[in-house]
């Protein structure tokens, strides 16, 4: 069963127009360049060339795309050829946002548990203090304080603002890694197709 919407994740297709027109042998022959790296293991069979790269190096040019398959077709007095490659680095750049997005939610889902705790509680030790807790009587200046402008004593009565607490287990960190391989899945789903299709053409053109 074929599905486009999740193959365009990691794979990209394409063809090139062979100008001028080649046969299957001399487009692979032109191309052969790009296979002979370690790790890369290629077969030929008729007009059509497949190959898998296992641990590519830096400096392999088709290093992103591990695995592929192109054809040479002929059409009257053209040909083209066709190209269906897959990355498993594109692939993987798409599932880590996923799998950090999941570790904040667990994070998230953590502290919600220990401040429910925390509350309950905190709860149970306020309902034997309540007797205890009465109004305190605000404190006043003293005559010469006042003159002199110094400024009110706090109410005691008065709960201070607490900065918002994340809880122990921050979920932020999950959250800026996510963004950042989405990041870097959207300017590789990008540019690795038209870097692979530049190259292509080039080894083509004999250049």
């Not at 705790?117 to 807790?133: L, P």
């Not at 122990?168 to 038209?194: C, D, K, M, N, Q």
């Amino acid at each position: 069963m074929k599905l486009p919407l999740i193959d365009f994740i990691w794979r990209t297709r394409g063809e090139l127009r062979l100008d001028p027109p080649l046969s299957a042998d001399e487009a692979f022959s032109r191309i052969d360049p790009l296979f002979q790296t370690a790790g890369t293991t290629y077969g030929v069979d008729g007009d059509t060339l497949t190959y898998a790269k296992r641990n590519p190096g830096a400096q392999d040019k088709l290093a992103t795309f591990t695995r592929g398959r192109l054809q040479v077709e002929q059409r009257g007095q053209s040909a083209v050829m066709r190209y269906d490659l897959s990355s498993t680095a594109l692939l993987l750049c798409f599932l880590a946002p996923l799998l950090f997005l999941a570790f904040a939610q667990l994070a998230v889902t953590i502290n919600a548990w220990e401040k429910t705790d925390v509350a309950a509680t905190e709860a149970t030790a306020k309902a034997k203090d309540e007797d205890k807790d009465k109004a305190k009587p605000v404190p006043k200046l003293n005559p010469v304080d006042e003159f002199l402008g110094a400024p009110p004593p706090e109410d005691p009565n008065k709960k201070k603002d607490k900065k918002k607490d994340e809880g122990r287990h921050s979920p932020t960190r999950a959250y800026v890694l996510a963004g950042l391989f989405f990041a870097i899945y959207l300017v590789g789903r990008w540019l690795e197709p038209w870097l692979i299709r530049r190259r292509l053409r080039t080894a083509l053109a004999g250049e």
